[in-house]
């Protein structure tokens, strides 16, 4: 059996195509805002919170970790209708990815905290400055410098994972890439366009993030 | 809802349905094991292709830069779509467990690069003079000179690595592959309730990732102390 390669059936298409991947920029906005929220609580929770409530976050964070972000979203979206709680695809794929990057964005920031030291904070004391002085001039500058390349980072992935969303079938750029192969039925090219796609995409966003980096707290983040 | 599980329960972990999940934990053990085993062996040759002190060309190292740096900006699933697809429409007769198998080998090689590169940047210029120096071949230098030293490099990171691919193996139940997460979409629509499938592989994945991905930190902190 051969199979000739024709892209000309599938390039009509990829304007529809571009639309999904607006979506799914806005899905992984979402969720990494979310779990950022997520993480910065937890993270200050593991600094200053008492210990049911850190080994509370320990437990939540090891156990999102170690598990499939697939398999968390199925659990979201067949077992909570169970309890009562009916959730549209969309809304069961963004809750799921919300939490699993809470997870790993708490990881980043406690490390990202902890990379703070004492001497600094002595520093700013001796220099006399105020409590509001010490955070915006010695702890801000240092903790967005330690944290912005891994954040920038996560949210890379956060862009890649979304394509998770297709299968419950929520139209992003990798569900509508199924949508135009279901129309055509010429497979590799709806693919390897999606494919390329996600390319320029996470490179665009990976440059923006670097530039926006550099600019805001002259982070030399890398883009490659 | 949880009479309904415990009313379940002695029929969901039968004989024949734990058989059915053992074969299923074996199969995700041997797609994500094996993939990340054969992925690190091509990343460690792209990793080579890059470095100027080895084989690094310059249309190798375009070849493998490339590689390494786009196929890590492709979702696992998408990848997979395409292989799929090369596969059935290419004609070629390959099991759906292949399939899994050569998508996962395909993203394993470009992470598996990047820690083997590294590995290779942690060795510093004299060394590979030195070794240079005593007439040592681009091999010999690598197993003598940098192998013994980069390991402690880049044996940590590779746990974490496995348990990527352990858990991206269950998008490889998309297409059918009979893994973890493709065996409790069977059991639940078998008719057990969603939390008791789901809940049960959760769990199995946790109980393999957890201890390999501890293993690993505890491994980097032993090697990091000497």
């Known amino acids: ?224 | 809802m949880w009479e309904q599980v415990v009313e379940e329960a002695p029929r969901f972990f039968g004989y024949y349905n734990l058989l059915f999940i053992g074969e299923a934990l074996v199969n995700t053990l041997l797609l994500s094991w094996i993939g990340a085993t054969v992925g690190f062996g091509f990343g460690f040759l792209f990793a080579i292709c890059r470095h100027p002190r080895l084989f690094g060309v310059l249309p190798l190292r375009i070849v493998a830069t490339l590689y390494v740096e786009l196929f890590r900006r492709i979702p696992f699933l998408v990848k997979l779509m395409c292989v799929f697809f090369a596969f059935q429409l290419s004609g070629a007769q390959a099991s759906l467990f292949t399939v899994a198998l050569v998508t996962v080998v395909l993203s394993a090689a470009a992470f598996a690069a990047e820690i083997a590169r590294a590995g290779l940047e942690s060795i510093p210029a004299p060394q590979w003079d030195a070794a240079e120096a005593m007439n040592f071949g681009r091999w010999r230098t690598l197993w003598r000179v940098v192998a013994p030293q980069s390991f402690r490099i880049v044996l940590p990171p590779l746990f974490g690595y496995t348990v990527g691919f352990i858990k991206s193996t269950s998008i490889a139940s998309q297409i059918g592959v009979m893994e973890l997460t493709y065996a409790a979409k069977i059991l639940n629509t078998r008719g057990f309730s969603a939390l008791l499938c789901f809940g049960t592989i959760l769990l199995l994945y946790f109980l393999i990732c957890w201890p390999t991905k501890h293993f690993g930190e505890r491994l980097e902190r032993r090697l990091a102390r000497r």
Not at chain 1, 147 to 161: E, G, K, R
């Open chain 1, 1 to 224: 059996m051969s199979y000739t390669v024709i892209y000309s059936q599938v390039t009509g298409h990829i304007p529809y195509l571009l639309a999904g991947a607006w979506l799914t920029l806005q899905l992984a906005c979402i969720s990494f805002f979310i779990g950022w929220g997520i993480g910065l609580v937890n993270a200050a929770v593991l600094a200053y919170g008492p210990r049911p409530a850190r080994m509370a976050v320990r437990a939540y964070v090891t156990f999102f970790i170690n598990t499939p972000l697939l398999v968390q979203i199925f659990f979201i979206f067949f077992v909570l209708p169970d309890m009562g709680i009916l959730l549209s695809p969309y809304a069961a794929v963004a809750i799921g990815m919300s939490l699993n990057a809470g997870a790993y964005l708490t990881e980043i920031q406690r490390a990202g905290f902890s990379s703070l030291r004492r001497a600094e904070m002595d520093a700013a004391a001796a220099m006399g400055f105020s409590l509001v002085q010490t955070i915006w001039y010695v702890v801000l500058p240092h903790i967005a410098k330690a944290l912005y390349p891994p954040l920038a980072n996560q949210f890379i992935i956060q862009v890649m994972t979304t394509s998770i969303a297709a299968i419950f079938a929520v139209e992003e750029l990798t569900g509508r890439a199924y949508n135009v192969n279901a129309l055509t039925f010429r497979a590799l090219e709806v693919f390897s366009i999606t494919a390329v796609i996600y390319i320029v995409l996470t490179i665009v966003c990976s440059l923006a993030l670097a530039l926006l980096g550099r600019w805001l707290f002259r982070v030399n983040a890398k883009v490659f």
